[in-house]
């Protein structure tokens, strides 16, 4: 990995990674979360820490469009339908964890409302998000 923060420019190794790594977003203190694809089974994401080594993977759910943290240390994925309609994690349509790969939230519609089906733009700032 090569981080550039604020024109300072450095390497750093990752460690125990066991995906082939389609996302990633960085989290507060130097630590990252990933999501991929993992041939041993179905924990698709993973935290790095400073240090590049693996803290801790995570079932993320299938057909994340989208993943993102916020500065509160929150992470979020948003699906697609290829994941809304087959498995139980992606089925909300937006999901929140923290930075430790726990479920915190998921959408509910309120009523009346139609459930989300797909999601084609996201962004968050500190627990707020837009879709």
């Given at each position: 990995m090569v981080i550039d923060s604020g024109g300072k420019v450095r390497e750093q190794v990752w460690r125990d990674m066991s995906l082939r790594v389609t996302d990633l977003d960085a989290l507060p203190n130097a630590r990252f979360v990933v999501q991929g694809h993992n041939p041993a089974g179905d924990q698709n994401a993973q935290i790095v820490g400073r240090d590049g080594r693996r803290r801790r993977s995570f079932t993320l759910g299938?057909?994340?469009?989208?993943?993102?943290?916020?500065?509160?240390?929150?992470?979020?994925?948003?699906?697609?339908?290829?994941?809304?309609?087959?498995?139980?994690?992606?089925?909300?349509?937006?999901?929140?964890?923290?930075?430790?790969?726990?479920?915190?939230?998921?959408?509910?519609?309120?009523?009346?409302?139609?459930?989300?089906?797909?999601?084609?733009?996201?962004?968050?700032?500190?627990?707020?998000?837009?879709?």
């Open positions: 299938r057909a994340a469009e989208f993943l993102m943290a916020d500065r509160r240390h929150h992470v979020w994925s948003a699906y697609g339908d290829e994941g809304v309609y087959i498995d139980p994690i992606s089925a909300a349509g937006l999901v929140r964890w923290d930075s430790g790969g726990n479920r915190q939230w998921e959408y509910t519609p309120p009523e009346g409302s139609e459930y989300i089906d797909t999601v084609y733009a996201f962004n968050v700032d500190d627990g707020v998000v837009v879709s």
